[in-house]
Nanobody, 126 residues
């Protein structure tokens, strides 16, 4: 399973960007797809995730959840093996490399595997 992310770039504060990530491969089913980000000098953190049942979770921490909820919207079209992250009202502190993540398993298997995309840079200028 491979991931290809796109949509990053440079935007002014208050602007919007939409990230997309498509999974390729065969013989697998998706448990969840999501987005993480890593700012310079900081640890990678979960931004949002959506499961194959449509359960959505924003932010791996309470602070990040409060920061992105209402501004970021995650969605997925699993028939296309694609996840999106619509980011509105961007702030300079949203500047980071955004990584796509997928949790998946081979058909007929229960063991969950995880893969990462190559990352796409989002830069928000003040």
């Amino acid at each position: 399973v491979q991931l290809q992310a796109s949509g990053g770039g440079l935007v002014q504060a208050g602007g919007s960007l939409r990230l997309s990530c498509v999974a390729s491969g065969s013989g697998f089913s998706i448990n969840a797809m999501g987005w993480y980000r890593q700012a310079p000098g900081k640890q990678r953190e979960s931004v949002a995730e959506v499961t194959s049942e449509g359960i959505i979770k924003y932010g791996g921490t309470t602070n990040l959840a409060a920061s992105v909820q209402g501004r970021f919207t995650i969605s997925a079209d699993y028939s296309k093996k694609t996840v999106y992250l619509q980011m509105n009202s961007l702030k300079p502190e949203d500047t980071a490399v955004y990584f796509c993540n997928i949790k998946w398993r081979y058909y007929g298997r229960t063991y969950e595997r995880e893969n990462w995309g190559q990352g796409t840079l989002v830069t928000v200028s003040s």
